[in-house]
């Protein structure tokens, strides 16, 4: 079986999903993976330690963890099938975060952008909590899920390149981005270019824009789970999507 790459994504608020320049990306980045067995997906939305691994019954019903959008985003399903025997791969590979399995569905983090890249929801998802918020560990953690590629399974990091939404003053999505989002995106997009891992580990302090970028950084951990998995953390990733979107950068990467 042909090991899988893994994202980070940015996976934007629900109206991502009328944003046709989105959607398209997206869905063109999803039809030309190579199709995964299943899907294991970490995103900014759950931070629980020790590590929380999201239902294996089928047709839980999802989080809807936003509030003040339309009603039609509540009703919104993405009732794709369980993936039980990842959570015992996970299990195993990670024992040392004394993994917890839960009822908790997939949040808005996992199942945006995943109901577009795999519209047909018949690919096997898992979601796995943030146990902390230390890149370092996270790396750590990222590294130790690697083998899950061998057997086919899609590791995706899903957060948001900048993140300052208390810093915002236009919230429309063709927003003309603030400079802290600017300045930090540019700044990743280099580090990212050198495959500068040391660089971004210390984003709080060395990114210009912080905090602005991210005054709580639940949105940029996400990458270096993604970086750990991936066969080299000091890889050049493929930058599949940039831009801006409500000011806020949308970079997302592929790593092999």
Do not use: C
């Not at 931070?47 to 019903?61: I, V, Y």
């Not at 096997?124 to 146990?131: D, E, I, K, R």
């Not at 991936?230 to 493929?238: C, G, L, R, T, Y």
């Amino acid at each position: 079986m042909t090991s899988m790459p893994v994202l980070y994504l940015s996976h934007g608020a629900p109206p991502l999903l009328d944003d046709a320049m989105w959607v398209g990306q997206l869905r063109r980045w999803g039809a030309e993976l190579p199709r995964p067995r299943a899907i294991l997906i970490v995103s900014a939305h759950w931070e629980a330690a020790p590590l929380r691994l999201s239902s294996t019954t089928p047709h839980t019903p999802l989080v809807y963890d936003f509030w003040g959008f339309p009603d039609r985003f509540y009703r919104q399903t993405y009732d794709a099938p369980v993936a039980a025997d990842v959570a015992d791969a996970v299990a195993g590979l990670a024992a040392g975060q004394h993994p917890v399995r839960s009822q908790r569905g997939l949040d808005h983090g996992a199942y945006i952008p995943l109901s577009v890249m795999f519209p047909d929801a018949d690919v096997p998802v898992l979601q796995m909590s943030l146990p902390t918020l230390d890149p370092q560990s996270l790396l750590d953690l990222g590294s130790r899920l690697r083998p899950l590629r061998e057997s086919g399974v899609l590791v995706i990091g899903s957060g948001f390149t900048t993140h300052g939404l208390p810093f915002l003053t236009d919230p429309s999505p063709g927003a003309v981005p603030p400079g802290w989002s600017v300045d930090f995106d540019a700044w990743a997009r280099d580090a990212l270019s050198r495959g500068d891992v040391e660089q971004l580990l210390g984003f709080q302090t060395a990114a210009p824009g912080m905090p602005y970028a991210h005054p709580t950084v639940e949105h940029f951990a996400p990458l270096f789970v993604a970086l750990g998995a991936s066969s080299d953390p000091e890889q050049v990733p493929e930058q599949v999507i940039d831009g801006f979107w409500m000011g806020l950068a949308k970079r997302s990467v592929q790593l092999a």
